[in-house]
Protein backbone atom coordinates (compact mmCIF):
# COMPACT_ATOMS: atom_id res chain seq x y z
CA UNK A 1 0.00 0.00 0.00
CA UNK A 2 1.07 3.30 -0.47
CA UNK A 3 0.06 7.29 0.01
CA UNK A 4 0.37 10.00 -2.06
CA UNK A 5 0.59 13.51 -1.05
CA UNK A 6 1.16 16.57 -4.13
CA UNK A 7 2.13 19.85 -3.00
CA UNK A 8 4.22 23.12 -5.19
CA UNK A 9 0.67 23.93 -7.31
CA UNK A 10 0.18 28.19 -7.04
CA UNK A 11 -0.57 30.57 -9.60
CA UNK A 12 1.91 31.96 -11.79
CA UNK A 13 1.85 34.24 -14.80
CA UNK A 14 2.94 32.62 -18.16
CA UNK A 15 6.61 31.91 -18.76
CA UNK A 16 6.89 31.11 -15.58
CA UNK A 17 7.99 27.56 -13.41
CA UNK A 18 6.27 25.51 -11.03
CA UNK A 19 8.17 22.33 -9.46
CA UNK A 20 5.45 20.29 -8.27
CA UNK A 21 5.89 17.58 -5.35
CA UNK A 22 4.88 14.28 -4.60
CA UNK A 23 5.66 12.38 -0.94
CA UNK A 24 5.42 8.97 -0.93
CA UNK A 25 4.81 7.07 2.38
CA UNK A 26 3.62 3.31 3.55
CA UNK A 27 6.18 1.70 1.16
CA UNK A 28 9.55 2.70 -0.57
CA UNK A 29 8.59 4.49 -3.77
CA UNK A 30 11.55 2.84 -5.54
CA UNK A 31 9.19 -0.21 -6.86
CA UNK A 32 6.43 1.23 -8.37
CA UNK A 33 6.14 3.62 -11.71
CA UNK A 34 5.33 6.82 -11.20
CA UNK A 35 3.39 9.45 -13.37
CA UNK A 36 1.90 12.55 -13.14
CA UNK A 37 -1.84 13.59 -14.58
CA UNK A 38 -3.74 16.53 -14.72
CA UNK A 39 -7.31 17.28 -15.21
CA UNK A 40 -8.76 20.99 -16.24
CA UNK A 41 -12.34 21.98 -15.29
CA UNK A 42 -14.81 19.95 -18.05
CA UNK A 43 -11.94 18.07 -19.71
CA UNK A 44 -10.42 14.31 -19.19
CA UNK A 45 -7.87 13.22 -17.30
CA UNK A 46 -4.79 13.36 -19.10
CA UNK A 47 -1.11 12.05 -18.74
CA UNK A 48 1.51 14.52 -18.06
CA UNK A 49 4.43 12.82 -17.75
CA UNK A 50 5.70 9.03 -16.65
CA UNK A 51 8.70 7.61 -14.93
CA UNK A 52 9.99 3.86 -14.67
CA UNK A 53 10.85 2.44 -10.87
CA UNK A 54 14.94 3.57 -11.15
CA UNK A 55 14.06 6.99 -12.50
CA UNK A 56 16.29 6.84 -15.65
CA UNK A 57 13.20 6.26 -17.97
CA UNK A 58 11.09 8.70 -18.84
CA UNK A 59 7.96 9.79 -21.37
CA UNK A 60 6.15 13.12 -21.81
CA UNK A 61 3.14 14.10 -23.62
CA UNK A 62 3.44 16.11 -26.54
CA UNK A 63 2.12 18.74 -25.20
CA UNK A 64 4.78 19.32 -22.40
CA UNK A 65 8.02 17.89 -23.83
CA UNK A 66 10.52 20.13 -23.81
CA UNK A 67 9.11 22.38 -20.84
CA UNK A 68 8.34 19.71 -18.03
CA UNK A 69 10.37 16.92 -16.36
CA UNK A 70 9.74 14.38 -14.62
CA UNK A 71 11.97 13.53 -11.71
CA UNK A 72 12.41 11.16 -8.69
CA UNK A 73 14.48 10.89 -5.18
CA UNK A 74 13.59 7.40 -3.90
CA UNK A 75 15.82 8.58 -1.27
CA UNK A 76 13.74 11.12 -0.23
CA UNK A 77 10.89 9.05 -1.24
CA UNK A 78 9.67 11.70 -3.61
CA UNK A 79 8.20 12.49 -6.91
CA UNK A 80 8.64 15.73 -8.80
CA UNK A 81 7.63 17.64 -11.62
CA UNK A 82 9.47 20.56 -12.77
CA UNK A 83 7.26 22.66 -15.11
CA UNK A 84 8.71 25.82 -17.06
CA UNK A 85 7.95 28.06 -19.86
CA UNK A 86 4.13 27.57 -18.13
CA UNK A 87 0.91 29.01 -20.12
CA UNK A 88 -2.57 28.86 -19.38
CA UNK A 89 -3.23 25.65 -21.20
CA UNK A 90 -0.95 24.25 -18.01
CA UNK A 91 -3.92 25.17 -15.85
CA UNK A 92 -5.29 21.76 -14.54
CA UNK A 93 -5.61 20.13 -10.57
CA UNK A 94 -2.19 17.82 -11.22
CA UNK A 95 -2.24 14.71 -9.82
CA UNK A 96 0.74 12.22 -8.69
CA UNK A 97 0.19 8.46 -9.24
CA UNK A 98 1.96 5.27 -8.72
CA UNK A 99 1.26 1.23 -10.55
CA UNK A 100 1.62 -1.62 -9.77
CA UNK A 101 2.79 -1.98 -13.69
CA UNK A 102 6.63 -1.92 -14.46
CA UNK A 103 5.98 -0.10 -17.79
CA UNK A 104 5.61 3.39 -18.94
CA UNK A 105 2.12 4.49 -19.37
CA UNK A 106 0.33 7.43 -19.28
CA UNK A 107 -2.89 6.01 -19.23
CA UNK A 108 -4.74 6.69 -16.32
CA UNK A 109 -6.54 3.41 -16.07
CA UNK A 110 -2.92 1.58 -15.65
CA UNK A 111 -2.27 3.38 -12.16
CA UNK A 112 -3.30 1.91 -8.49
CA UNK A 113 -2.57 5.06 -6.09
CA UNK A 114 -3.57 8.27 -6.76
CA UNK A 115 -3.23 11.32 -4.80
CA UNK A 116 -5.03 14.17 -3.54
CA UNK A 117 -4.14 16.82 -6.30
CA UNK A 118 -2.71 20.31 -6.23
CA UNK A 119 -3.98 22.82 -8.01
CA UNK A 120 -1.70 25.13 -10.65
CA UNK A 121 -3.34 28.12 -12.52
CA UNK A 122 -1.78 30.23 -15.01
CA UNK A 123 -3.63 33.15 -16.33
CA UNK A 124 -4.01 33.69 -19.58
Known amino acids: QVQLVESGGGSVLAGGSLRLSCAVSGNTGSRYYMAWFRQAPGKEREGVAA????????TYDGSVRGRFTISRDNDKNTLYLQMNSLKPEDTAMYYC?????????????????WGQGTRVTVPS
Open 51 to 58: INSGGGIT
Open 97 to 113: AASDRWRLSLDPDEYNY
